[in-house]
């Protein structure tokens, strides 16, 4: 199929097929997964045009690679950008982009809660090259608005946050931030929904960023990343971000695990969509617990957004325990199914605490102020019959 068609095809169709054409590669139905470090040129001056790009073809793995640009272009079609990189994480991916995109004397603005490692990249890695990081609350407009300045390069943000599921107007950021400075470039980490459930960049994101080891891969078995934007910003992230400032380069082996993954995406989604639906029902309900932050909730304060921007309310869900911190060890403690354990996305319910885990970096002050409380407990819905994760749940939840 032609890997440009954007829209023609339906997101499920273009999951399997967007980007590879078996005609061209022997009648193969998957893409070949090509080891190869380098390329062969016929002359120096291929080799020099490869290299600047005036010829076709690839010059080097730390650059590019064929199995990989099935993947960039798959990824670019279904978050309906111009062109994607994979990257060897997710991690790889925002610290490549940020990289390219500011230096010192720049200021990024970015949503106050962040996924641990990304504020550890902003507050212990860029500030530390002079770029300016400053905090608002993304949930706040007039926040926003009185944090933008001359400064501003890039804005920042994950929707829904990870861990506490606050959800961000994407299209009244990007429109704030427009409006400040069309030179501003909007950044959404789009690890939670995913492009089967969000596309940020039709709602006037510039660049989204994934951990495609989350639901991108889907099974828990690889780790890397990705970024999607226009061409031209792809481009110098390629050039620059990964070949020269991180190197974060995804093997080929883990392309074609994440190509196999995606072709379940919306399938998989789906399920998670609807577990996480029951389970924070159930856990609504629940005497022992104390909040659920989930945007499926109809009482959840961002369950109108979610409404506007994403087309279900994603797997992942957070809570307090009436019991706080330790009730929420007590439980962590007596599960049977669920698997106590960070990342997210996979076949198997994740529960974990981010203030001890995935969001530790933080100090306990910066938990305070960013959002993040001691008691808060995160579950990632897996793939399993609903009844028996509950059954989990409420067995590890009884007195
Ligand atoms: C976790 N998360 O939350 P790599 N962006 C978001 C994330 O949740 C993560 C990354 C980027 C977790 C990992 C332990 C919203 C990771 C970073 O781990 O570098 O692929 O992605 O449990």
Known sequence: MPSGNKTKLSFA??????????????????????????????????????????EPGH?????????QEVLETRLANLEEGEAALATASGMGAISATL??????????????????????????????????ICY?????????????????????????????????????????A??????????????????????PLTLGADLVV?????????????????VVGDAETIQQIRLFGLKDMTGAVISPMTVFLILRGIKTLQLRMERHCQNAQAIAEMLEAHPGVDQVFFPGLKNDPYHEIACKQMDDF????????????????????????AKLAVSLGDAETLIQHPASMTHSVYTLEERAKHGITEGLVRISAGLEAEVDIIADLEQALAE
């Open 13 to 54: 169709t273009r999951s399997v097929h967007a980007g590879y054409d078996s005609a061209d590669n022997q009648g193969s139905l998957n893409p070949p997964i090509y080891m190869t470090s380098t390329y062969t040129f016929d002359n120096v001056a291929q080799g020099a045009g490869r290299f600047s790009g005036d």
């Open 59 to 67: 010059f080097y793995s730390r650059i590019s690679n064929p199995t």
């Open 99 to 132: 990289w390219t995109l500011v230096g010192p004397g720049d200021q990024v603005l970015v949503d106050k809660t962040l996924y641990g490692c990304t504020f550890s990249f902003m507050e212990h890695g860029l500030k530390k090259f002079g770029v300016d």
């Open 136 to 176: 608002a609350d993304f949930t706040d407009h007039a926040d926003v608005k009185a944090k933008l300045s001359d400064k501003t390069k890039v804005v920042y943000f994950e929707t829904p946050v990870n861990p506490n599921m606050r959800v961000i107007d994407i299209a009244a950021i990007s429109a704030l």
């Open 178 to 199: 427009k409006g400040h400075n069309t030179d501003i470039k909007v950044m959404v980490d789009n690890t939670y929904c995913t492009p089967a459930l969000q596309r």
């Open 210 to 226: 994934h951990s495609a080891t989350k639901y991108l891969g889907g099974h828990g078995d690889l780790i890397a990343g990705a």
């Open 314 to 337: 994603g797997g992942m869900i957070a809570l307090e325990l009436k019991g706080g911190y330790e009730a929420g060890v007590r439980m962590l403690n007596k599960l049977k199914l």
